[in-house]
């Protein structure tokens, strides 16, 4: 059986209308953890675009440093 897979990427965003996505990867990243610890709720959007546009080992990095408490981004 094959299964149908749905490959999504992020849509357009005129804050960063340059084809270098990296601080866009960032804000996204920032975004969704910001949205999870004040609501929890509705912040889908952003794990979608972050987890399309940044490399795996960056997520992962950042993940570390928010457990380590060494994270600079505010969130």
Same mark, same amino acid.
């Given at each position: 059986m094959?299964?149908e897979?749905?490959? #999504?990427?992020a =849509?357009?965003?005129a804050?960063?209308?340059?084809?270098?996505?990296?601080?866009?990867? !960032?804000?996204?990243?920032?975004?969704?953890?910001?949205?999870v610890?004040?609501s929890?709720?509705?912040? #889908?959007?952003? =794990?979608?675009?972050?987890?399309?546009?940044?490399?795996?080992?960056?997520?992962?990095? !950042?993940?570390?440093?928010?457990?380590?408490?060494?994270?600079?981004g505010k969130?």
């Amino acid at each position: 059986m094959s299964e149908e897979i749905k490959v #999504e990427t992020a =849509k357009f965003d005129a804050r960063f209308p340059n084809t270098n996505q990296t601080k866009n990867c !960032w804000q996204n990243y920032v975004d969704y953890h910001s949205c999870v610890n004040a609501s929890g709720e509705g912040c #889908e959007y952003y =794990k979608k675009v972050f987890q399309s546009l940044c490399p795996v080992e960056w997520v992962s990095n !950042w993940d570390e440093q928010r457990e380590a408490g060494t994270f600079t981004g505010k969130i």
